[in-house]
Structures are given as C-alpha cells and as structure tokens.
C-alpha cells in the first residue's frame, strides 16, 4: 500500500481548498511548535515545513532550545491560540523531560488542536462527536453536510484510515489488532476502527502472547517501535499489515515494526516503511489544517461551501 500517491492526492485536494479560501480572503496558516533537539522531531519539522509550502499553507515557526521553562513554552501555546492568521498549532513532541506535555497540549484551543491530542480533543472522538471526519471527505462539513464544529482527530490513525480505504480495504466486521495504545496512535486507532465496525484487540507491552492474537488478525496496525517485532509465523496468510512505527538505524536507515520480508511473503497488502503511513500523516496533518480554517470561517461569518 503506497503512501506516496495517497499523500498526493490528498495535497493535491488541500491545494485547491487553500486557494479557494485564498480567493475569499482567509490565508490558512499552521504553527509548528520544537522544543530541544531531537532528530526525529527535527526531521519530521521540516518535512512539515516543505508539505505546507507546497500546498499554499503558511508556516510559523516556534522554536524553543532544550532548556527552555514551561512558562515560556505555554505562553507561546497562549499568543498561538490568539492569532488569527493561525488555523492550527502541531506542538512535536516529545519535549524535554522537565516540561509536562499534557499541559502544554491541554493549553491548545481545541479549535486549533489539530493533531486532536488534547483532553478536549480526546473527549470528543471517544464519544464519537468528531468521528464524522472519518466519514466524510470534505473538510469543514460532516457526512450530512451539516456544519462540522472545530474538533480534530488525531493525523496518524485519520491517515491509517484513509489508505485501507484507497485501497478498497473493507473494515466492517473485520478483525482488527493493534498493537500500541498510545494516545496519538494506538488508541484513537483503535476508536476509529470500531466506528467502523471492525472487532478490535489492542496490544501492548504486557501482552502476554502477541502471536496468538496476531494470528488471528486480518487487519494488523503496529506502531510500537520495536524494529521487527512481526514476523511472517505471526500472521495470517492474505492478512493486510499497516506498519506505523518508525527506527531509526545507526546509519540512518529507516525501517518499521514489520520484518518486510518474511511478512511481504504471506499479506494480502504491506505498507512500506518509509514511504507507507508516514507521508499520508502529513497530508492529514495539512487536510485537518484546512479543516480548521473551514470551521472558524463558517463559524465566524456566512461563509457557504458549495
Ligand atoms: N508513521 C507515522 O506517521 C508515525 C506517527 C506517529 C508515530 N509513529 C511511530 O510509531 C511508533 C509508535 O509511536 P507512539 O507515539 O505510539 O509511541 P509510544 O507512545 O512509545 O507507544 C508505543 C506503544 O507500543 C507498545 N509496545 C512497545 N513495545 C511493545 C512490544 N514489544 N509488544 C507490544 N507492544 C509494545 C507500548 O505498550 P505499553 O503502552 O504497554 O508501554 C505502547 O503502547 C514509533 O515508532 C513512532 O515513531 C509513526
């Protein structure tokens, strides 16, 4: 499952919403918050930088040394949350070790959260208030075309969505395991498959038998970051692997949680590590910021979309 024409396809919608609400007179600007000097996050910030130039979004850039305090980085969330030219704000995480993270992203106005990690955010997608974004694709209206409010989902698992669906992969009364329950991927993962009517099992460290579940699956999402903690004994002939995580080797290779090889033998589809998920979490990311300039511009003025 290639990554690369989805991610396209989805900029290349972002760039016609972008010079729509150009030509109406709302710029769509996103800030990008990095705190300290991790690679991964440095990497995946300019790779972010590059997207929303290309597709007409405006960047604003906020770039805090390791040892910046927590007061400073919430004030920035704060003057963030009040500037206008702003439809949202990606804070990269993670952040320093002193700076609790769940204060900085419970500080973003919800109706700039665009990566939907906020408790706000969180809240609203357990109680299937913002999953209409799953289930519509135009950005700014639900699947009624009723107006949709500012609420994101978070990029990755909206992402993981998208490319089964490309791919005509069908979800409804599938089995579906995931494997990791973090906040950003693991668990609105695994909320939005059950919205999809997929019988979900999550995985984690204190699985007792990965395997045994695995086995079972036909649809497997794994963002652990184990670098090739499944193996091709692990799966089901003609299952379809989403592989979400992210190594980073010593010579800078990159690679997932999937052993591709012995994995690519027996799946009916494989996501590439890199090249799947990754570029189609960017596109999300730039999509849910078109989202946001849509809902504050209809919510703040007549604005009508056709
Ligand atoms: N492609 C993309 O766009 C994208 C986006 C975001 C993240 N990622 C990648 O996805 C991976 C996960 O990210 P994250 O933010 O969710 O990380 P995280 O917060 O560290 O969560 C990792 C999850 O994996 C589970 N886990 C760890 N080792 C395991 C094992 N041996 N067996 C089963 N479960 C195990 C952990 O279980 P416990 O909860 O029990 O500790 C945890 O729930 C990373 O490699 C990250 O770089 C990729």
């Not at 591709?260 to 730039?286: C, N, Q, R, W, Y």
Request: contains cysteine; aromatic residues 4%.
């Amino acid at each position: 499952m290639d990554g690369k024409a989805l991610a396209a396809e989805i900029k290349s919608s972002v760039k016609k919403d972008v010079d729509k609400l150009r030509a109406e007179g709302v710029n769509v600007g996103l800030a990008i918050m990095l705190v300290g000097d991790n690679p991964a996050s440095r990497s995946y910030y300019s790779a972010i930088l590059k997207a929303g130039e290309k597709v007409g979004i405006r960047t604003y850039e906020h770039v805090f040394s390791e040892d910046a305090s927590v007061n400073e980085v919430l004030n920035a969330v704060n003057a963030i949350n009040n500037d206008e030219r702003v439809s949202g704000l990606l804070v990269l995480f993670p952040l320093p070790s002193k700076i609790n993270s769940r204060r900085v992203v419970n500080k973003i106005s919800p109706d700039k959260d665009i990566d939907g990690l906020g408790a706000m955010s969180v809240g609203r997608l357990a109680a299937e208030e913002s999953l209409y974004q799953i289930f519509s694709k135009q950005p700014g209206v639900d699947e009624c075309g009723l107006l949709a409010t500012g609420s994101f989902i978070p990029c990755t698992p909206f992402g993981v969505i998208r490319l089964l669906e490309h791919h005509n992969i069908d979800i409804e009364g599938k089995h579906a395991v995931v494997i990791g329950k973090s906040l950003a991927v693991g668990k609105p993962l695994s909320m939005m498959l059950l919205a999809k009517e997929a019988t979900v099992t999550v995985c984690h460290k204190a699985t007792s038998d990965l395997a045994f579940h695995t086995k079972q699956a036909d649809i497997i999402c794994t963002a652990t970051g184990v670098k090739g903690l499944i193996k091709g004994d692990m799966i089901k002939e003609g299952s379809v692997i989403v592989d979400i995580g992210i190594n980073v080797g010593k010579d800078g290779s990159i690679s997932g949680d999937v052993d591709h090889d012995s994995v690519a033998e027996k799946a009916g589809f494989i996501t590439p590590v890199p090249g799947g998920v990754g570029p189609v979490t960017i596109a999300m990311l730039l999509e849910n910021t078109v989202r946001s300039a849509y809902s504050s511009t209809i919510l703040s003025s007549p604005y009508q979309i056709e």
